[in-house]
């Protein structure tokens, strides 16, 4: 049975978004920034933000876990927010404390709506 998607936002900081990059690139999913990528990038003392928007499962490599594919609204040294994806295994996200109160996360989530993409900043910037 496949686990229900949670509706809620997580927050975490750097160094908890580095170790989940790096179970992602051990797992071999598809959506994740490289870990180096995410040093040289991120601020150091920022928090980030997880909202899971999609269940991850592919059928067509049983080996590979299921995974929750997240939104991710992150914050870079310039301290813009750039808005991301990051697929995430559900037990792992489950253990990430529940921290923001509706609003916060409503808020977040229009912040995500309305961000520039990795991909965009990363051109922007020169990256």
């Given at each position: 049975?496949?686990?229900?998607?949670?509706?809620?936002?997580?927050?975490?900081?750097?160094?908890?978004?580095?170790?989940?990059?790096?179970?992602?690139?051990?797992?071999?999913?598809?959506?994740?920034?490289?870990?180096?990528?995410?040093?040289?990038?991120?601020?150091?003392?920022?928090?980030?933000?997880?909202?899971?928007?999609?269940v991850q499962q592919l059928r067509h490599r049983p080996e590979v876990p299921l995974q929750w594919r997240c939104q991710q609204l992150l914050t870079v040294r310039t301290g813009e927010q750039i808005w991301g994806?990051?697929?995430?295994?559900?037990?792992?996200?489950?253990?990430?404390?529940?921290?923001?109160?509706?609003?916060?996360?409503?808020?977040?989530?229009?912040?995500?709506?309305?961000?520039?993409?990795?991909?965009?900043?990363?051109?922007?910037?020169?990256?």
């Amino acid at each position: 049975m496949i686990p229900a998607l949670p509706r809620t936002v997580r927050a975490v900081d750097t160094a908890q978004l580095l170790n989940l990059a790096q179970e992602t690139a051990v797992y071999g999913f598809s959506q994740r920034l490289p870990v180096d990528w995410l040093q040289d990038h991120l601020a150091a003392e920022a928090t980030h933000y997880l909202f899971p928007t999609l269940v991850q499962q592919l059928r067509h490599r049983p080996e590979v876990p299921l995974q929750w594919r997240c939104q991710q609204l992150l914050t870079v040294r310039t301290g813009e927010q750039i808005w991301g994806l990051l697929d995430v295994l559900p037990d792992t996200f489950d253990k990430i404390p529940e921290t923001l109160d509706t609003a916060s996360r409503k808020d977040i989530v229009n912040r995500m709506e309305h961000a520039v993409t990795v991909r965009e900043w990363a051109g922007a910037d020169g990256c």
